[in-house]
């Protein structure tokens, strides 16, 4: 920690607590989406939400986060993703613990509230290996479903091919879709703390390593594959779009 506490804020940027902020939100936003349909179920019965709402639900809820808040933050809510921008440099390191930190807030606050004020439902909502899938699979298929999350995101950032508004599409339309024919096999996670926030919060820890290795080491495979496709990092835009493009 250096003085001032510049090692988690970024001192030299005077928006730095609203960049925070959005991320916990963002996150917070995300988790809800991600684990509530399962906790609803649970709570409701039966299939109040089905699975084809479940799946898409999380995709949408990220596009929608990116169109409000993703010039104040850049709109991450996914470690894979503030890591990755950052190893592409087109984030600086010295904001990627308060980030993380804000992220992982978020997720066990949505886990929590929805404990809370729903009741906990043994394994609702978390994900988990599906019937005949170990952990050693799943942890291959979270790299493999993280890799692509992160190269349509690095991809649209990017100044060689940048689509603006469009990313939003991009990146939720990925998610949905990976959830949809991927769920049955790891539930889709892609983001270590939208399956370890809840996963603590519901003292349901199960896999962990799988959830937690998978996304973190798709990160350098993803930033190698945008290398070959678009070269180094760290051009105005891209820089623009990780960072939030809002000013003091």
Not at 168 to 194: D, E, I, K
Not at 212 to 234: H, N, Q
């Given at each position: 920690m250096t003085?001032?506490?510049?090692?988690?804020?970024?001192?030299?940027?005077?928006?730095?607590?609203?960049?925070?902020?959005?991320?916990?939100?963002?996150?917070?936003?995300?988790?809800l989406?991600?684990?509530?349909?399962?906790?609803?179920?649970?709570?409701?019965?039966?299939?109040?939400?089905?699975?084809?709402?479940?799946?898409?639900?999380?995709?949408?809820?990220?596009?929608?986060?990116?169109?409000?808040m993703?010039?104040?933050?850049?709109?991450?809510?996914?470690?894979?993703?503030?890591?990755?921008?950052?190893?592409?440099?087109?984030?600086?390191?010295?904001?990627?613990?308060?980030?993380?930190?804000?992220?992982?807030?978020?997720?066990?606050?949505?886990?929590?509230?929805?404990?809370?004020?729903?009741?906990?439902?043994?394994?609702?909502?978390?994900?988990?290996?599906?019937?005949?899938?170990?952990?050693?699979?799943?942890?291959?298929?979270?790299?493999?479903?993280?890799?692509?999350l992160?190269?349509?995101?690095?991809?649209?950032?990017?100044?060689?091919?940048?689509?603006?508004?469009?990313?939003?599409?991009?990146?939720?339309?990925?998610?949905?879709?990976?959830?949809?024919?991927?769920?049955?096999?790891?539930?889709a996670?892609?983001?270590?703390?939208?399956?370890?926030?809840?996963?603590?919060?519901?003292?349901?820890?199960?896999?962990?390593?799988?959830?937690?290795?998978?996304?973190?080491?798709?990160?350098?495979?993803?930033?190698?594959?945008?290398?070959?496709?678009?070269?180094?990092?760290?051009?105005?835009?891209?820089?623009?779009?990780?960072?939030?493009?809002?000013?003091h």
């Amino acid at each position: 920690m250096t003085a001032g506490g510049e090692a988690i804020v970024d001192g030299g940027d005077p928006l730095w607590w609203r960049r925070f902020f959005g991320e916990y939100l963002g996150t917070f936003l995300l988790v809800l989406a991600s684990v509530g349909p399962g906790v609803v179920n649970q709570r409701i019965g039966a299939e109040a939400v089905s699975r084809t709402a479940a799946v898409v639900s999380p995709g949408l809820m990220v596009a929608s986060i990116i169109l409000f808040m993703g010039a104040v933050a850049g709109a991450h809510l996914n470690p894979s993703v503030t890591l990755a921008f950052a190893l592409r440099r087109d984030f600086p390191w010295r904001r990627v613990p308060g980030y993380l930190l804000a992220q992982f807030a978020g997720a066990v606050s949505a886990a929590g509230l929805l404990a809370g004020s729903l009741g906990g439902h043994g394994t609702a909502g978390l994900t988990l290996p599906g019937p005949g899938v170990d952990a050693r699979l799943a942890l291959l298929w979270e790299l493999i479903l993280t890799v692509g999350l992160l190269s349509a995101i690095l991809g649209t950032a990017s100044g060689a091919q940048n689509v603006g508004g469009l990313a939003a599409v991009a990146v939720g339309g990925y998610l949905a879709l990976a959830g949809l024919w991927a769920s049955p096999l790891t539930g889709a996670s892609m983001n270590v703390f939208r399956s370890l926030g809840p996963a603590l919060v519901y003292g349901q820890p199960r896999a962990w390593w799988a959830y937690l290795l998978g996304p973190l080491l798709a990160v350098p495979v993803a930033v190698a594959i945008a290398a070959v496709l678009r070269g180094p990092g760290g051009g105005r835009i891209s820089r623009r779009t990780a960072q939030g493009t809002a000013r003091h």
